[in-house]
């Protein structure tokens, strides 16, 4: 059977020791080990055709994993990235799924929990530790809570409370959508009303709540 291919990244000499010892008369070929996003970017860049799998530490100097994650999945789609680290943050696990990965396990996670993930992802398939698991339900309740909350308001309501988000005023709303004043005012208090807000302030913390803006 052909083997697998595999780019190891990481900043710590012990860890792609290990790992590279790990996969020692297994169905994995290490063929490269890299010491950070960037020297693994410009080796993959020239190796890519024959890549596999990158496994790759989080965080790294000058490109770190996640970064690397997204060149990756934006450029060459067709390989797989299993990403590792030491701490099951919420943020690290945001990163990770906005990053597109294909799995992520903890640096403490067993050799048989490593050589299954490998497994499931080689089979296009992902893979996320135990420790994981509840972040990524509390992630997807929130997720739909945020749908519901949007559910009560209107395309042309969410175009407007985007647009007070961002300061602009009624008379500036009503000019850019060719509608009234009025119109632009009764939306406004129909949004305070469904959002249970009670000013300008509460609907702007609202939409930055529900990712109708980000910041």
Not at 18 to 28: K, N, V
Not at 120 to 128: D, E, H, L, S
Request: hydrophobic fraction near 45%.
């Amino acid at each position: 059977m052909e083997k697998i291919n595999i780019l190891l990244v990481d900043d710590h000499r012990i860890m792609l020791d290990g790992i590279e010892s790990m996969l020692q008369h297994s169905d994995y070929n290490i063929l490269a080990l890299c010491g950070n996003g960037e020297e693994a970017w410009t080796w993959l860049s020239e190796h890519k055709d024959v890549v596999h799998i990158v496994i790759t530490d989080i965080s790294m100097p000058l490109m770190n994993g996640i970064e690397l994650c997204k060149k990756i999945k934006s450029q060459f789609p067709r390989i797989y990235v299993l990403m590792l680290s030491m701490y099951n943050s919420a943020a690290a696990i945001d990163e990770v799924l906005n990053a597109e990965a294909d799995g992520f396990i903890l640096k403490n996670a067993s050799k048989i929990e490593f050589l299954n993930a490998l497994h499931k992802i080689q089979n296009g398939g992902t893979y996320f530790s135990q420790e994981i698991i509840p972040f990524l339900y509390k992630q997807i309740i929130a997720e739909r809570k945020k749908d519901s909350a949007l559910a009560v308001l209107t395309e042309r309501e969410k175009e407007i409370l985007e647009m007070i988000a961002q300061e602009f005023t009624s008379d500036e709303i009503a000019s850019k959508l060719f509608i009234s004043k009025k119109t632009v005012d009764n939306h406004r208090t129909n949004m305070l009303h469904k959002t249970n807000s009670k000013s300008t302030i509460g609907l702007v913390k609202f939409a930055i709540r529900n990712g109708i803006i980000t910041s």
